[in-house]
Structure formats: structure tokens, C-alpha cells
């Protein structure tokens, strides 16, 4: 949201500069989150000044130009002009050497000495739109002016400075979605730090608002009084459309908006002022001269100001007259109703809608507006009828006509400010500190709370309906210590605490460090939204009744809970593959969502029928080095992402030698890889995504993808006790097999017979090398296989050595089939 600095002065007597302001903003709760200077015209018109033409004579060598001697004010300057119409003795704008201008078309250039068809030119005498202020470029600006010669051009034209302060309203501060509500947060803060200057709040003066007459004919009729509890308005007619005064349009440009035209303007100006959303109709296209407030049937089409025909849901607030809808209540108005430059009477709307419908219609229709932006979030019913007139009173003063009708107030159910009792006692133990009770008094006032009531120990307080966040006696804490200043609260010297037994495996603890193992091997940590596409779900893997779907999705792209990692992860890939980058290790934690409605089991203190579990998911793709001259790079594989996932399981004390590896092919989103499993659980899988998802991705390389149920990798944890063991004193030995075996052999078979055999003295056994040929078989391979062999009471002899080899050989063929090369 954004504030102008100089529109808060309107409302406040403010000494300090804007970056003190922004200081004490962020400190009471509302954050700045920028703070820029802004000119009414781009740049400032710096170092233009107003200027006087001497004498001006035909270039001897351009037909088109002409040279000219201008008084700047404190010298003569000679200028080569293009225009056709300068003239001596004219009054003009000049842009002086060093000068940088902003043209209207967003352009920019900087005035430099120069030489023109061998004539020095120290200067430019500008046309309109080349001081930014307005399209013109038929010739230069003519001033007709009893301005010296060297006024800066700023103060000609009132260029105004201003500071534009961004703050990051968060959604329970609706109060201060405005100038007066943000001035009245200042208030607070200037009268606790300074209470002498006993700082007000000073808000427009309406006490001289009044009708002219009555001769316009309106009723306002509320159909629906739960979605539309306060409506007002009044009738003005005689207005003339047209372009705003320079100070409206500078108000509403400094927040950003456009200026379109006086009416409009006025309606956006009081917006922003007061927080009050208003809507201006055409008088003459009310149909009945009737305005009901109803929910118009489903599936009525409707046409919006911008042009775009919805479908009306049936539970949308509509502004109807007796014929049709005009406008959706708080949300946008139609394009048949809206001012035109033709409109002469307008019926101007202030209400106060319920912000569960808004919201709902804004939502589903994806209408967002600053209208919407405030109703939905609750606006003050008991600003309408100020807001009302004030714009009222504007558009008198800028557009002309008179008002014509009385004000109409309906206002069936009111909302009444609520009660609180307040204890001093609680907000010393919520805020740490004992504050003084005036101060605490002064606060409440400051920030127009009312006490009814005044005990020793407790006050009786009546909150304002636009502290729709105050509902509670520790809000109005929270309220008084934004203002006192959280910085103001001061640490206690001791600190007390008491010992907590943690749970053991301590899951945090453990996510870090497998996250710190993954990022010193060179993977980089995603994290991606748990609400995802439906479409990623509308395949044969996914049971539709199984998928969390979203009641009120606030898009189609965030309509269901994830139920894999497997997309977050592919869309990053995707989007770094866009953007050229082709060689990624990336990992993401993350919980996983589906529904169990047959089952209806959930884990502890989750919801019944639902189920979270907790993964890990990790992809490679690309190359595993960068390019470089003395490496030559290797495309990432399947045994490379094996790897990694077995030195996380060994770092996390997993006993994957007791787990069972199955080859899974065109299962899931894998095409062919590895299964791992204890008992029939699930502890991961890994391998190559399949070409289907690589298509959908629009990827152009292989991507290898590992899941890991990080749940049970907890629960695996202590499953293997950590054992010191001494240093091996007596030396290990190494003897090789060369075995030719059937292509259906796993390794996996032969580690597992070899363990099996000899239990004792076998220490380790890897295969380092596969070769195949022609001439050993068509379905025939030979493994290289080393075993390790160490007894830790003594050195091995060859004798004992060859037995055991022989024993290992021999059980290799009788189960296998293999032979000895």
C-alpha cells in the first residue's frame, strides 16, 4: 500500500522528515517497505528555467533553424532552435546545459554544449512534451508571464515533492488502509514519545455539508440485509466531466493511480483517503429510479466495467435497478451504469457490505479491486456516511452541479462498537513490563478506543467498528504495545527456563544434517508449494478420491494439496533448463497429502480421514562437473544418484545390508531403477524418470530421481547400535574372482552368498568391473569381483586364505551356475 508524506500533513502537524515518519511506522506494526522521492513531473524540471529571447536570426546554413541569444538570468546564452514559432521577445522554458529532461513519452536525454552547422548552442528551448507535461510538439511553449528571466521552472509550475512511503499492510490491519488511518497510528506514536505537543488528528471538515434541493427521485431498497447491513447515497446533478485540478491528479499519481477524470478521481481520492470504497452512477440509466441491493439469480450474465461477461454464482451481492444488475456490490461496476463524458446526474453509492460475501464473489471471479481490497477484509460502517459527504462536497467544488436529493441512510441491522473489560494485571504478564496507567490511557484515546469505565485494576473499553482485529482483551495489549514500542521493552537480566525432555530422534536435528551432507556433496535445497496443479493428478497413478482438493482455490494452478514432491521438483528443473542452466543436484523435504476415506486413520493430532507423511526427494540431471580442461566431464547416471542416496542412508546409521533391492521397470514416474525395502515398507526408490514425464516437462536429457519415505527413515535410526571397535591391528588382504555367470545375476546375489559362506573373515566385497563379448554367450557376462578378507587376532596365511576362496568359488557355482575364469 502506498502513502504520500505530503497528504499525511493534511491530517497532521508533522515536523520530522519522512524517513523519521517511516521509522516510527515500522515500529507501531506497519512496515515500510520503501520509501522513494517523487517529483509531479519526473525529474523536477532541474536546471530549467524560465528564459527570455534576445534576438533570433535564420541560421545562414539550415533553412529550419534558427539562432538565438536567450536571457537565463545570469547570463546570455546562444541557442540553435528547430522550432518554427520562436520568436523575439518571447517568455520560454529553457533547459540548461547539464540539465536532464523526462518527456511525457518516458523518454530521457541531457543537455549538452554542442555545435549545430558550425554554431555553438548552450542550451534548448522546450517544447511541451519535452518538459514531460503533455504531448504537444508543434512548437515550443510560449509563456505569457511577468516571470524573470531565470525563475526555476519548478516553481513556474508548481512542481510538487513529495515522498511516496510503501507499507506492507498485513490483512488484520484494515484500519490502516487509508491516509487518515495510517495519520491516526502516527497520532498515537507522536503523542506517546512527545506528549506535550497533544498532536490531533485533524480530518476534513463537512460541518458545512448540505442538499440543495430534492427534486431527484431515488429509494434504495436492501433485499439482503446479512450481506449488506448499511447502504447510503445521494443524488447530484448539473456535473460537468472533465479533466481533474493539477493537485487531485498529483494526489493519486504519487500512490500510482491514473487520473481518468474529476469523478472518478474524486471517488478514488476519498478511497485512499478515508478507506471507504465509493461507486458513482449515472443517474439517467437507473432504470425505476429504484437501487436494490439483492443476489441476483444463478447463472445471470453480467458485463463489468472492463468489459468481461461472468456468470453469476446466486449467492452474489448485486446493485440492481428494476430491471437488471448495475453493479457487484463492493467489487466492480457495470459497463452500462458507469460516468461517461456525457453524464450530467450521478447517484453516488457508499455502503457497508458483509466481507464473507465479497469475498467469496471476488474469489471466485477473480476480481480483484482496491474496493474488494477493503470490503473483504472489513470496512468502517460508521465511516459511509462521512465518506459520503466529503466526496460529495468535492464533487461540488470540482465538477460543478448541486445536490439533489437528501442523503438516503439505510441501515437495517446497525453495528454497534463492542466492549472489553481490560486488566492492567494482563498486560504487565503479556508484555513483560509494568506500564504506567496513564500512558496506557492516553494510548487507548490515541487510538480513538473509549473508556466507558474506570477501576484501579481494570478499565472498561468500547472499540470502534474499524478495529475489526481488536476482539479480545489480549488485542487491546497487543495495541497498546505497538504504540508504547516493542524496542521499548526491555530484556530482563535472568533468563528462567526449564529442562524438556526431546524426543528422541530429534527430527529437526536430523533433517539438518542430512540437508548439510546433501549440500557439501554440491546439492542445492528447493522448496516448493504444497498447493499444486489438479492436472498433475488426472493420470492412471493417482486415485482420484485419494487427492486434497482445495474448496476455494485462489487459481487452477493451486487447486489441490501435493501428493509427490515429484512435480516441485521437475517444474525447477524445467524452469533452471529454460534459463540454460542444464547441470542440477537438488533435494527438497516436504510433506505429502492424500485422504484415506475408506480407512479413516490419520497420525496423532491430525485430521481424521486425511494422512501427511513426511519425504525426501532427490534428482540429478546433466553433467556431475562443470567443463573444464583438465576433467573431462561425465553425465550424470543412475549409479551416481545410488550413491549418493546410500552415503546419506550410512550417514544416517541406516542397515541397508539388511534391506531387499528389487529392480523396478515402469513403475511410477521411474522407467527403470531400484526398490529398496525392510519387511515389506517402502525405505526408497530411485532411478531414471520415465520419457512420458521428461516430455511433459519439455526437457531435452535424462533426469535421475530418488524418493525416500524420510518417516520411516527416521524409525530406522536406531535400528543399528553404533559399536566402537579398535583398530585393526593385523593387515587386510585382497583376492579377485573373474566369474562368468548368467545375465540374470545380480550382484546383489553374489554379495549376499559370499556373506553367507564365510560370516567371520570377510570384510567386504565389490564388483569393479563388467565386461560382455560374443564369443563367451549370448546371455553370458563376466563379473570382476573383489573380497576382502581380514582376521582381527592375527595375520592370514595363504593357506587359510585359498580355503576360504575356494569355499566361496565353490558355493558361486553350486548356487549361481558361475565359473571361474
Not at 372 to 379: I, K, N
Not at 438 to 462: G, P
Request: a negative charge; charged letters at 30%; one cysteine or more.
Amino acid at each position: 500500500m502506498k502513502i504520500s508524506f505530503n497528504w499525511l500533513k493534511d491530517y497532521l502537524n508533522i515536523e520530522e522528515g519522512p524517513e523519521k515518519v517511516a521509522e516510527w511506522l515500522t515500529d507501531c506494526g506497519l512496515e515500510v517497505e520503501g520509501l522513494g522521492k517523487t517529483e509531479s513531473i519526473k525529474g523536477g524540471l532541474k536546471g530549467v528555467v524560465i528564459g527570455y529571447v534576445l534576438t533570433c536570426e535564420k541560421h545562414p546554413d539550415a533553412d529550419r533553424l534558427s539562432i538565438t541569444n536567450v536571457d537565463i538570468g545570469t547570463e546570455v546564452v546562444p541557442i540553435v532552435c528547430g522550432a518554427p514559432n520562436v520568436a523575439k521577445g518571447q517568455k520560454v522554458v529553457v533547459a540548461t546545459v547539464g540539465s536532464t529532461l523526462y518527456t511525457h513519452a518516458g523518454e530521457s536525454f541531457e543537455i549538452k554544449k554542442a555545435k549545430i552547422r558550425g554554431k555553438v548552442s548552450e542550451g534548448m528551448i522546450c517544447a511541451e512534451d519535452e518538459l514531460g507535461l503533455g504531448d504537444n510538439h508543434d512548437g515550443i511553449m510560449v509563456l505569457e508571464t511577468n516571470a524573470k528571466p531565470g525563475t526555476p521552472a519548478a516553481d513556474f509550475f508548481k512542481v510538487e515533492t513529495d515522498y511516496c512511503i510503501e507499507i506492507g499492510l498485513t490483512p488484520n490491519r484494515i484500519d490502516a488502509a487509508s491516509h487518515l488511518g495510517v495519520a491516526r497510528d502516527l497520532a498515537a506514536v507522536i503523542n506517546h514519545l512527545y506528549p506535550s505537543k497533544k498532536t490531533k488528528l485533524q480530518k476534513p471538515d463537512i460541518s458545512n455539508f448540505k442538499n440543495d434541493d430534492t427534486s431527484s427521485d431515488i429509494e434504495i431498497i436492501i433485499e439482503d440485509a446479512d450481506a449488506c447491513p448499511r447502504y447510503a447515497g445521494l443524488c447530484i446533478s448539473d456535473v460537468k466531466i472533465q479533466e481533474s485540478p493539477d493537485w487531485l491528479k498529483n494526489r493519486l499519481k504519487i500512490i500510482g493511480l491514473k487520473p481518468i477524470n474529476n469523478l472518478v478521481d474524486i471517488t478514488n481520492f476519498v478511497l485512499h483517503e478515508t478507506g471507504q470504497p465509493l461507486h458513482a452512477f449515472d443517474y439517467d440509466k437507473i432504470k425505476g429510479k429504484k437501487v436494490i441491493v439483492k443476489k441476483s439469480p444463478k447463472d445471470t450474465s453480467f458485463v463489468t466495467l472492463d468489459e468481461e461477461e461472468v456468470k453469476l454464482t446466486g449467492d452474489d451481492l448485486m446493485i440492481c435497478n428494476t430491471k437488471e444488475p448495475m453493479c457487484m456490490g463492493g467489487i466492480l461496476g457495470g459497463i452500462h451504469s458507469g460516468v461517461t463524458q456525457s453524464t450530467k446526474s450521478i447517484f453516488l453509492e457508499s455502503a457497508y457490505f458483509n466481507p464473507a460475501t465479497i469475498r467469496r464473489s471476488s474469489k471466485h471471479h477473480t476480481i480483484n479491486t482496491d474496493a474488494s481490497f477493503r470490503f473483504e477484509r472489513g470496512a468502517d460502517p460508521q465511516m459511509t456516511l462521512f465518506a459520503l459527504k466529503r466526496a460529495a462536497m468535492l464533487i461540488k467544488e470540482i465538477a460543478g452541479g448541486k445536490i439533489t436529493s437528501e442523503v438516503l441512510d439505510v441501515y437495517p441491522k446497525p453495528i454497534n462498537p463492542w466492549r472489553i473489560n481490560f486488566r492492567y494485571e494482563t498486560a504487565q504478564r503479556l508484555i513483560g513490563k509494568a506500564i504506567e496507567h496513564d500512558v496506557i490511557k492516553n494510548i487507548l484515546t490515541s487510538l480513538e478506543i473509549t473508556i466507558i469505565e474506570e477501576k484501579a485494576d481494570k478499565l472498561l473499553l468500547e472499540i470502534p467498528p474499524f478495529k475489526v482485529d481488536v476482539t479480545r482483551e489480549a488485542d487491546v495489549v497487543e495495541e497498546i504495545l505497538r504504540i508504547y514500542g516493542y524496542n521499548n521493552v526491555e530484556l530482563p537480566e535472568r533468563l528462567h527456563s526449564s529442562i524438556v525432555s526431546t524426543p528422541r530422534p530429534d527430527k529437526e536435528r536430523i533433517q539438518n544434517i542430512a540437508s548439510d551432507l546433501l549440500s557439501s556433496r554440491g546439492f542445492a535445497e528447493i522448496m516448493n508449494n504444497s498447493l499444486t496443479k489438479a492436472s498433475y493428478y488426472n493420470n492412471e497413478l493417482f486415485d482420484d478420491k485419494s487427492t486434497v482438493k482445495i474448496l476455494n482455490p485462489l487459481s487452477q494452478d493451486l487447486g489441490v494439496m501435493r501428493r509427490t514432491l515429484f512435480f516441485g521438483g521437475m517444474e525447477t528443473i524445467s524452469w533452471n533448463h529454460n534459463r540454460k542452466v542444464h547441470d542440477l543436484k537438488i533435494f527438497e523435504f516436504g510433506n505429502v497429502y492424500h485422504r484415506e476415506p475408506e480407512k479413516g486413520k490419520s497420525l496423532p493430532d491430525k485430521l481424521p480421514g486425511y494422512r501427511e507423511q513426511r519425504m525426501l526427494e532427490v534428482f540429478i540431471t546433466g553433467n556431475l562437473q562443470p567443463e573444464s580442461w583438465y576433467e573431462k566431464q561425465k553425465p550424470a547416471d543412475l549409479f551416481d544418484l545410488k550413491s549418493e542416496v546410500m552415503i546419506l542412508l550410512n550417514r544416517m546409521n541406516i542397515p541397508v545390508e539388511d534391506a531387499t533391492m528389487e529392480e523396478i521397470h515402469g513403475e511410477g514416474f521411474i522407467e527403470a531403477g531400484l526398490r529398496c525395502t525392510f519387511n515389506g515398507k517402502m525405505l526408497f526408490e530411485l532411478g531414471e524418470v520415465g520419457r512420458r514425464w521428461i516430455k511433459a516437462f519439455d526437457l531435452k536429457q535424462e533426469v535421475f530421481y530418488a524418493t525416500l519415505n524420510w518417516e520411516f527413515v527416521l524409525q530406522m535410526i536406531d535400528r543399528k547400535p553404533i559399536v566402537f571397535r579398535e583398530i585393526p591391528k593385523f593387515p587386510e588382504v585382497r583376492r579377485d574372482l573373474a566369474l562368468l555367470l548368467s545375465k540374470d545375476i545380480r550382484f546383489e546375489q553374489i554379495e549376499t552368498l559370499a556373506r553367507k559362506t564365510e560370516r567371520k573373515l570377510l570384510k567386504n566385497v565389490r564388483l569393479f568391473d563388467i565386461y560382455t563379448d560374443e564369443k563367451m554367450g549370448k546371455d553370458v557376462k563376466s563379473y570382476a569381483v573383489s573380497f576382502t578378507l581380514q582376521d582381527e587376532t592375527k595375520t592370514l596365511t595363504d593357506k587359510e586364505i585359498d580355503k576360504v576362496m575356494e569355499k566361496i568359488a565353490n558355493t558361486l557355482k553350486r548356487e549361481l551356475g558361475a565359473s571361474i575364469r
